[in-house]
């Protein structure tokens, strides 16, 4: 494969994509911001501007694109202008030059309320800016909706010849600064921010490593469709009693989990697809991928 164009290079999901493409030999240009040294001492071929460089030249000679870049943002504004504005024009440049495209969405993107079942599979409905509340495992509904708002996108230039793999990752575990389960969200309940789930909740994850695993097989593949990406299901009880147990006594229990949760979403994400797809087997194991969250925050928070 020539060179393969990454937006969302310098994030957490990002970065470690880079760093997979690259020791498997690819070229990769990356569409950033600000200027990265470490991505730069790589060999990448930065492209200033973020998403409002997205032009015909930027994707000139590309022979994949993989859209990583995503805003958390609660403006809509902001988020559409990530997850669903950036997102067609990319499909649509993809189309026009023929290359392979992959988007990284979410799970999301489900309307939950509106499943048919306890087990949400790909074509379960979607949010829309009257189902934006509701159980989300997003830091803002406005993501949910937005990144929903851009799949569309994307399979109107599939229906039109595109071919694009949509990959819906659960809950991403792993560390690094930028991580949001592995840092943001345990930063939180240090500070004694409420947790705002049920530990009854269902808690869908998988780790970064994975997530790298499977975009890196849907290029590989030139895969054309979509699926979800979770390794499994625990409650988010599981999550919370790991964080809590990495620093005894650094999180006040009392403070984070109040008596009042939101509505508990207790169903579950179909895997199957992922399997049909990409002939996709996860390597880590709930324990492994929080056990590494542990070790990271005992060493920050020693």
């Given amino acids: 494969m020539g060179q393969i164009l990454i937006t969302g290079a310098t994030g957490f999901v990002g970065r470690r994509l880079v760093t997979k493409l690259l020791s498997d030999g690819h070229s990769i240009r990356a569409l950033v911001r600000n200027h990265d040294d470490a991505l730069a001492a790589q060999g990448v071929a930065l492209r200033l501007g973020g998403v409002t460089a997205i032009d015909a030249e930027l994707v000139d000679g590309c022979e994949a694109i993989v859209h990583v870049a995503a805003s958390f943002a609660a403006d809509l504004d902001e988020g559409r202008a990530v997850n669903r504005d950036a997102t067609g024009a990319l499909a649509t440049l993809a189309h026009r030059h023929n290359a392979h495209y992959v988007l990284l969405s979410t799970c999301?993107?489900?309307?939950?309320?509106?499943?048919?079942?306890?087990?949400?599979?790909?074509?379960?409905?979607?949010?829309?800016?009257?189902?934006?509340?509701?159980?989300?495992?997003?830091?803002?509904?406005?993501?949910?909706?937005?990144?929903?708002?851009?799949?569309?996108?994307?399979?109107?230039?599939?229906?039109?010849?595109?071919?694009?793999?949509?990959?819906?990752?659960?809950?991403?575990?792993?560390i690094g600064p930028t991580s949001t389960w592995g840092t943001k969200i345990p930063?939180?309940?240090?500070?004694?921010?409420?947790?705002?789930?049920?530990?009854?909740?269902?808690f869908g994850w998988l780790h970064v490593d994975d997530l790298v695993d499977a975009t890196v097989t849907a290029l590989a593949r030139n895969t054309n469709g979509t699926a979800n990406l979770v390794s499994g299901h625990e409650h988010y009880g599981a999550y919370l009693d790991a964080v809590i147990a990495a620093v005894p006594g650094a999180i006040d229990v009392d403070v984070i989990t109040p008596d009042i949760y939101d509505r508990a979403w207790t169903g579950r994400y179909a895997q199957q697809r992922a399997i049909d797809l990409l002939g996709w087997v996860p390597r880590y194991s709930f324990t492994d991928a929080m056990t590494e969250i542990q070790n990271d925050l005992q060493r920050r928070w020693a």
């Avoid at 406005?142 to 659960?170: C, H, M, N, W």
């Fill in 187 to 202: 930063d939180r309940l240090r500070g004694g921010e409420p947790s705002g789930r049920s530990p009854e909740a269902t």
């Fill in 108 to 174: 999301a993107v489900y309307n939950n309320d509106l499943a048919p079942g306890p087990v949400i599979d790909e074509d379960a409905p979607r949010r829309d800016l009257d189902s934006m509340g509701g159980p989300t495992g997003s830091s803002s509904p406005v993501y949910g909706f937005t990144k929903a708002e851009g799949e569309i996108l994307v399979e109107q230039a599939r229906d039109a010849g595109l071919t694009a793999a949509i990959l819906r990752p659960s809950s991403v575990l792993g």
